[in-house]
């Protein structure tokens, strides 16, 4: 590819069209990290975000294990770790609880500063050499034939063309460029989670763990506890759309949760945040020629968790570096493009499937069966905590529990 990047104009002039060789879509973690490692494999490299300020608002619990950050060589910095946390818990109803591994787990983890998070690894984007812009949106996609060569922006009622022989969406799970490039389906209801978190201080409990409760209380879904500080927490919950009757339920689901735990309810709020999660299945296709989906918009949440943030670090990476391969051998075609979807593939959708799985098990279970199940897991004391010795210890003690499970390839 032999263009010609045009200098960029002075913060406030009219913008003039553009060549580079990678444009990334959205400045979370999976853009940002996408656009590090694009600049860094030697790829002039443009991050557009539409907002006039990345990282916020923030719709996160703000909460990501530690070997994440180790994926993309990110040091752990006081600039954005709120708190480190050494393990997680999983409560049932009646109080039960394990603690694992992964997310956030025994292997410790973090709770950050979302917006401040998001930041860093903007900045990480910019010392390894791309360039940002805020407050520019992407209007549609410029393609010749079936291969996308860029981006139509916008940037306060200008509008430009990009053109790049990658472009990466990282725009979000409902992400515009995937549905232009006919990359995504339109999601189920039972697919999609309105969740809503506040923000306490002054409250009491154990800080050195972060917390997840399953059952009734989050119908289909879960609540948790992500300890900032040793007074300060983030508590909120999760719910299915197909068990809602309308999103004022979700209010009323978080108070009654914070309501029965005296060291939650005398707290005060200090922010509230809302905002809906899909727990999907990724994308059937997340490249073709000339564009990369990655993170959310790839559909890479965990659909037992909702977790996104470690799955957007990795899968921006390996986009990132797959976008400037292409650039430095000449070929963004989606045979070679195909190599990213492979890569992320091959550490990630194992377990996403499986979680899948487990997730619409879990939304047949009633607080009984649940506490049954934590009960036989605990009693087994595993160690490892892992999903076949789990599967394991439910045949020989719940059968009848695990029976639930059945046509979802247990």
Same mark, same amino acid.
């Given at each position: 590819?032999?263009?010609?990047?045009?200098?960029?104009?002075? *913060?406030?002039?009219?913008?003039?069209?553009? &060549?580079?060789?990678?444009?990334?879509?959205?400045?979370?973690?999976?853009?940002?990290?996408?656009? @590090?490692?694009?600049?860094?494999?030697?790829?002039?490299?443009?991050?557009?975000?539409?907002?006039? &300020? *990345?990282?916020?608002?923030?719709?996160?619990?703000?909460?990501?294990?530690?070997?994440?950050?180790?994926?993309?060589?990110?040091?752990?910095?006081?600039?954005?770790?709120? !708190?480190?946390?050494?393990?997680?818990?999983?409560?049932?109803?009646?109080?039960?609880?394990?603690?694992?591994?992964?997310?956030?787990?025994?292997?410790?983890?973090? =709770?950050?500063? !979302?917006?401040?998070?998001?930041?860093?690894?903007?900045?990480?984007?910019?010392?390894?050499?791309?360039?940002?812009? *805020?407050?520019?949106?992407?209007?549609?996609?410029?393609? &010749?034939?079936?291969?996308?060569?860029?981006?139509?922006?916008?940037?306060?009622? &200008?509008?430009?063309?990009?053109? +790049?022989? #990658? =472009?990466?969406?990282?725009? /979000?799970?409902?992400?515009?460029?995937? !549905?232009? +490039?006919?990359?995504?389906?339109?999601?189920?209801?039972?697919?999609? #989670?309105?969740?809503?978190? #506040?923000?306490?201080?002054?409250?009491?409990?154990?800080?050195?763990?972060?917390?997840?409760?399953?059952?009734?209380?989050?119908?289909?879904?879960?609540?948790?506890?992500?300890?900032?500080?040793?007074? #300060?927490?983030?508590?909120?919950?999760?719910?299915?759309?197909?068990?809602?009757?309308?999103?004022?339920?979700?209010?009323?689901?978080?108070?009654?949760?914070?309501?029965?735990?005296?060291?939650?309810?005398?707290?005060?709020? *200090?922010?509230?945040?809302?905002?809906?999660?899909?727990?999907?299945?990724?994308?059937?296709?997340?490249?073709?020629?000339?564009?990369?989906?990655?993170?959310?918009?790839?559909?890479?949440?965990?659909?037992?968790?909702?977790? /996104?943030?470690?799955?957007?670090?990795?899968?921006?990476?390996?986009?990132?570096?797959?976008?400037? @391969? +292409? =650039?430095?051998?000449?070929?963004?075609?989606?045979?070679?493009?195909?190599?990213?979807?492979? +890569?992320?593939?091959?550490?990630?959708?194992?377990?996403?499937?499986?979680?899948?799985?487990?997730?619409?098990?879990l939304q047949k279970l009633d607080d009984a069966a649940i506490d049954r199940v934590f009960h036989a897991i605990a009693e087994a004391d595993?160690?490892?905590?892992? =999903?076949?010795?789990?599967?394991?210890?439910?045949?020989?003690?719940?059968?009848?529990?695990?029976?639930?499970?059945?046509?979802?390839?247990?």
């Amino acid at each position: 590819f032999s263009q010609t990047l045009i200098s960029s104009p002075a *913060i406030g002039s009219p913008f003039m069209d553009l &060549e580079m060789d990678v444009l990334v879509v959205g400045a979370g973690p999976a853009g940002s990290t996408a656009a @590090r490692y694009a600049a860094a494999g030697g790829a002039r490299t443009l991050l557009i975000e539409k907002r006039q &300020e *990345i990282g916020t608002p923030v719709r996160c619990g703000e909460a990501l294990g530690r070997n994440w950050l180790e994926a993309v060589d990110l040091t752990p910095s006081s600039a954005f770790v709120a !708190r480190e946390i050494a393990a997680s818990r999983v409560f049932s109803p009646d109080g039960t609880y394990l603690t694992v591994s992964g997310y956030a787990g025994a292997k410790g983890g973090y =709770v950050v500063e !979302r917006d401040l998070f998001d930041r860093a690894l903007a900045k990480e984007a910019s010392r390894a050499g791309a360039r940002i812009e *805020i407050k520019t949106s992407a209007l549609g996609l410029l393609r &010749e034939g079936d291969r996308v060569v860029g981006v139509v922006c916008e940037h306060l009622g &200008e509008t430009w063309d990009v053109r +790049a022989p #990658v =472009v990466i969406a990282a725009d /979000g799970f409902e992400s515009q460029l995937g !549905r232009w +490039a006919g990359m995504t389906s339109p999601l189920r209801t039972r697919d999609l #989670v309105s969740c809503l978190q #506040v923000t306490l201080a002054g409250v009491r409990g154990d800080a050195a763990y972060s917390d997840l409760h399953l059952g009734s209380e989050a119908p289909g879904g879960y609540a948790w506890v992500f300890w900032k500080a040793e007074d #300060v927490a983030n508590v909120g919950l999760g719910v299915p759309l197909s068990r809602l009757k309308d999103r004022a339920e979700v209010k009323r689901y978080l108070d009654a949760f914070i309501a029965r735990r005296p060291g939650l309810a005398r707290g005060e709020p *200090i922010e509230e945040v809302a905002g809906g999660v899909t727990t999907s299945l990724p994308v059937e296709r997340s490249a073709m020629a000339g564009l990369l989906l990655a993170g959310d918009a790839a559909r890479l949440i965990d659909p037992l968790t909702g977790a /996104g943030i470690q799955n957007a670090l990795l899968s921006g990476r390996l986009a990132g570096e797959a976008a400037a @391969r +292409a =650039v430095r051998e000449g070929d963004a075609s989606g045979e070679r493009l195909a190599s990213y979807d492979r +890569a992320w593939r091959s550490r990630l959708e194992e377990d996403l499937a499986r979680h899948y799985l487990v997730k619409e098990g879990l939304q047949k279970l009633d607080d009984a069966a649940i506490d049954r199940v934590f009960h036989a897991i605990a009693e087994a004391d595993l160690r490892p905590l892992t =999903v076949p010795s789990v599967l394991d210890v439910l045949r020989a003690r719940t059968p009848e529990v695990l029976r639930t499970f059945e046509g979802l390839g247990f």
